[in-house]
């Protein structure tokens, strides 16, 4: 089983736990191994079979025993159980966002809503209405929620997809025959969901490609065969399609299959203005005669163009640019030289120390870190005795260390409903970096989410919006507010938008990237850690960055300590806070 799924059951543990009254501290272990699994680097099966488990947060022995049985069997005990006291379509209301556990619980047992089409009903005859705690104008706010969810339904986070479709490649690449394979589609381009896996292999043979592919762990069934393709509808409830080609079209096959669709037309219409023929099988000329195929490189050379990263082939001015020699030089992961935006133990959410941190952060080859906790408005957050108390520690536990990563001191303050920060200015002015989110209010009008966020810009002393559009990918799309009155004001103060690489979030998304490259706005990539091991989820980041058209110099974390000191809006002097250590 992949992270993905092992992470699906223990959420759906927690879920079931909350929706029959369960224990709600059992509900909320489960729910935080859930996360910890999903947002894992590495295959759980491999902690698993080294006997590293139990070294996970939040996984006890109990969880981890469970999750050996899964490993083993594709199930547990506890979860078939609790699965037997629920209506199947009950959870599945949980995936509307407005929907939490106590509603999807009164909404089943008092109006025998079971499923979504039963929830719409209840929501449009004013029964919802009736519920504890609801009214009209929360119930217009689900009805929204279950179009959007209907919009988004049937796709899944590109991590989830990814390890999935990676994991099925290498499985192909080991058969005998095969010259090469290759994960292609939405996937390939680094979109934030995907609806499907395609895959392609270049080999001389396919019935044994086929055959390994049917017999794939990941694969439920198949359901279309062909002497070259197949295609097959996985455990996770996603379709794979394979296609195997001949090696001398590998290239042109791979161009093809990994789209988008808007940029292949643009490019067969370019090579037809050529006198040439482009599909999936290679470049010919008007005689039929095959000009290459083998590469990418190939097709793109037919028509006169430099090879274009996967990630921009979108039909977004791509060709144009590339004809032009006006093509980025795109971000890659190892431009990026620290992470700023990570938390410590010290935030209710999270789990490592800061020398668990900083060992996993010099082994990526870090070269700072800003711990940046919550602010006390979120649970269990710090207030400003306890922020300055932290900053002071963080800075005693820095000094004592030579080797790298550089810590430094800062927060993820809340921006209130009215616009003001969740702790004292002075607090803040006296921490080296200050993130600012929005964590609360959601549905507020967009003109009032937008001076929020104006009203935090122009507070002096913040550095960077973090996760500015709010989004978590497959439960709540993103708010809206005016992105270019944000974009004109980040500018003007010189704050940071922040491209958050958790893979639930990828936010800000590639168009809102481009924006605000063009808009002269500096983007800042950091990974919202919650645990030294999503440290490394950093590329998911760097991907959103390449699919926006970022370049090194669009990122201020590229920056070593001392360039990005000079930076920024408000002096100083990373590691030296006289003011601060005064006012302990």
């Not at 000329?285 to 037919?302: C, I, M, N, P």
């Amino acid at each position: 089983m992949e992270n993905a799924d092992v992470a699906q059951v223990l959420a759906e543990v927690a879920d079931l736990l909350e929706l029959t009254g369960g224990n709600a501290f059992k509900a909320r272990a489960y729910r935080q191994a859930a996360q910890i699994v999903d947002l894992l680097p590495t295959p759980v099966s491999e902690l698993w079979r080294e006997g590293k488990l139990t070294e996970l947060p939040s996984i006890g022995e109990r969880i981890a025993a469970h999750i050996e049985e899964l490993l083993n069997t594709g199930r547990f005990r506890e979860h078939d159980q609790l699965l037997a006291k629920v209506p199947p379509g009950v959870l599945e209301l949980l995936k509307v966002e407005g929907i939490g556990p106590k509603t999807a619980s009164l909404a089943w047992k008092r109006l025998r809503v079971k499923e979504l089409a039963a929830l719409v009903k209840a929501c449009r005859d004013g029964s919802m209405e009736k519920l504890p705690r609801m009214g009209a104008k929360r119930v217009a706010a689900i009805l929204l929620a279950l179009e959007r969810y209907q919009a988004r339904k049937g796709r899944v986070p590109l991590h989830r997809a990814l390890a999935t479709a990676e994991s099925i490649a290498e499985r192909l690449r080991k058969v005998p025959h095969v010259r090469a394979a290759e994960v292609a589609g939405s996937i390939r381009r680094r979109r934030e969901t995907i609806g499907d896996i395609d895959l392609l292999v270049a080999a001389t043979g396919a019935d044994e490609v086929i055959r390994a592919f049917r017999e794939a762990p990941e694969v439920e069934t198949l359901t279309a065969t062909g002497p070259t393709k197949c295609t097959a509808r996985l455990k996770s409830g996603l379709q794979a399609d394979l296609r195997i080609v001949p090696p001398e079209s590998f290239g042109a096959a791979l161009h093809y299959f990994t789209g988008s669709k808007a940029h292949n037309i643009e490019l067969r219409t370019r090579a037809m203005r050529r006198g040439l023929k482009l599909s999936e099988y290679g470049v010919f000329d008007r005689q039929g005669k095959r000009l290459g195929g083998e590469t990418e490189q190939d097709v793109y050379r037919a028509v006169g163009l430099p090879w274009i990263p996967p990630e921009l082939r979108e039909g977004a001015g791509e060709l144009e640019a590339a004809e032009e020699g006006r093509l980025p030089r795109l971000i890659e992961e190892k431009d990026v030289r620290g992470d700023l935006h990570v938390h410590s133990e010290a935030s209710s959410d999270a789990h490592s120390s800061l020398e668990e941190l900083c060992k996993e952060a010099g082994r990526l080859g870090r070269e700072y870190l800003a711990i940046t906790d919550h602010s006390k408005s979120r649970p269990l957050g710090l207030d400003a005795v306890q922020m300055r108390a932290h900053a002071l520690a963080i800075q005693r536990f820095g000094l004592q260390r030579e080797e790298a990563p550089r810590l430094l001191t800062g927060v993820e303050v809340d921006i209130l409903q009215d616009g003001t920060l969740d702790l004292p200015l002075d607090v803040l002015q006296g921490l080296d970096w200050v993130v600012a989110s929005i964590h609360s209010h959601f549905t507020d009008p967009p003109g009032k989410i937008t001076q929020r966020m104006i009203a935090a810009m122009r507070s002096g002393v913040v550095d960077v919006l973090g996760h500015p559009g709010g989004r978590q990918l497959g439960l709540r799309d993103a708010y809206a507010f005016d992105f270019e009155k944000v974009l004109e004001v980040a500018r003007a103060e010189r704050v940071a938008l922040e491209v958050n690489a958790m893979p639930e979030r990828l936010d800000l998304d590639d168009k809102h990237c481009r924006l605000a490259k063009d808009a002269g706005v500096a983007l800042v990539i950091s990974t919202d850690a919650h645990h030294a091991s999503q440290l490394g989820n950093l590329r998911y980041g760097v991907w959103m960055a390449r699919r926006g058209w970022l370049e090194r110099g669009d990122v201020l974390n590229t920056l070593g300590p001392r360039q990005l000191e000079a930076r920024l809006h408000r002096p100083r002097h990373f590691g030296t806070h006289i003011e601060l250590r005064a006012s302990l």
